[in-house]
């Protein structure tokens, strides 16, 4: 068995889509009305369509996960950032662990945390 995809709530798939691929490059693989498939196993869901299914309520900002990425570059990473996403809502800017690993965590468009750090 393998994990094939990692699946987040999302109000509008098209404007989460932009916001994935304008700072991490993801691309359109399937879209299927309501559920995108994109590229490197993200996968967008639509609220209305999650809601329905688990006929429970979702809860934006509940940090009880996170999307983690690495990059190199983190400083060219915050200015795209703040150039594309003026209005991120930011849980910490860009800091130094004790381990020397910089990182950067912030909210998506959807409440989803993304945490962004140089790689170990």
């Known amino acids: 068995m393998k994990l094939k995809n990692v699946l987040i709530v999302v109000k509008d798939n098209e404007k989460a889509f932009r916001f994935y691929h304008d700072l991490f490059g993801f691309e359109l693989i399937i879209d299927n009305d ?3 498939i ?3 196993g993200l ?6 369509y999650w809601t329905e299914f688990l006929k429970k309520d979702i809860i934006p900002e509940n940090n009880s ?3 983690y990425f690495e990059e190199a570059d983190i400083e060219g990473f915050v200015k795209k950032l703040e150039d594309y996403y003026p209005e991120v809502k930011y849980v910490n800017r860009l800091m130094t662990h004790s381990w020397g690993q910089r990182v950067i965590r912030f909210y998506d468009p959807d409440g989803n945390l993304i945490e962004v750090g140089t790689p170990l």
């Open 65 to 67: 996960s996170e999307l």
């Open 38 to 40: 994109l590229s490197d």
């Open 34 to 36: 309501g559920n995108m």
């Open 43 to 48: 996968v967008l869901q639509e609220e209305k």
